[in-house]
């Protein structure tokens, strides 16, 4: 069964930095694409950043491009987060998901999300 | 880049059809066979139900079926259930390995 489980969300104050996971499991890890999404309050899905099945590539969307960094362990078939200089409107449920072997982007399967609040 | 455009709402009775439209441009929905459709839940994670316009993943029911035409995207869900009241959001690939969501449309089962 593929699993994806995120963590590491929490609050944090307005400038600060957060790192968040996903492990995942039930799948070669190494042959996907990985993405984050972001769903903020009541609002509706954004499209954060991808990473390559090998780590060498991610491509990122542009309210985060410079902020954020995307980044994968696959010994521990684990995704990642990085998230820096937070703002309010970065507030939101954080997901992972995996995309389609031969797709563009076709997000497959996705965890339950983690909730990030960025207030002071 | 702007989201792709989704009625706020839809809804239908049990048993009826309902089709949710997604509205693009000739950048994204208009230049690829690769708009897919999310079913969400409140509280859960998104649920992949349609991809490259209009095929289903193994399991999702053949009430749910896709099309496009031009730069415009549609869902339709036939024979309506109580259990089809959702959340529904397209996506679009928009080039340069980039993804595009739509703002996301209500089902309501009357």
């Not at chain 1, 995704?79 to 939101?92: F, G, H, K, N, V």
């Amino acid at each position: 069964e593929v699993q994806l489980v995120e963590s590491g969300g929490d609050l944090v104050q307005p400038g600060g930095s957060l790192r968040l996971s996903c492990v995942t499991s039930g799948f070669s890890f190494t042959s996907y694409w990985m993405s984050w999404v972001r769903q903020s309050p009541g609002k509706g899905l954004e499209w954060l950043a991808n990473i390559k099945t090998d780590g060498t590539s991610a491509n990122y969307v542009d309210s985060v491009k410079g902020r954020f960094t995307i980044s994968r362990d696959n010994a521990k078939t684990s995704l990642y987060l990085q998230m820096s200089s937070l703002r309010a409107d970065d507030t939101a449920v954080y997901f992972c998901a995996r995309e389609r072997i031969g797709g563009r982007v076709d997000l497959e399967f996705w965890g339950q999300g983690t909730p990030v609040t960025v207030s002071s | 880049q702007s989201a792709l455009t989704q009625p706020p709402s839809a809804s239908g009775s049990p048993g009826q059809s309902v089709t949710i439209s997604c509205s693009g441009t000739s950048s994204d929905v208009g230049a690829y066979n690769s708009v897919s459709w999310f079913q969400q839940y409140p509280g859960k994670a998104p649920k992949l139900i349609i991809f490259e316009v209009n095929k289903r993943p193994s399991g999702v029911p053949d009430r749910f079926s896709g099309s496009k035409s031009g730069n415009t995207a549609s869902l339709t869900v036939s024979g309506l259930q109580a259990e089809d009241e959702a959340d529904y959001y397209c996506s679009s690939y928009a080039g340069t390995n980039h993804l595009m969501f739509g703002g996301g449309t209500t089902l309501t089962v009357l």
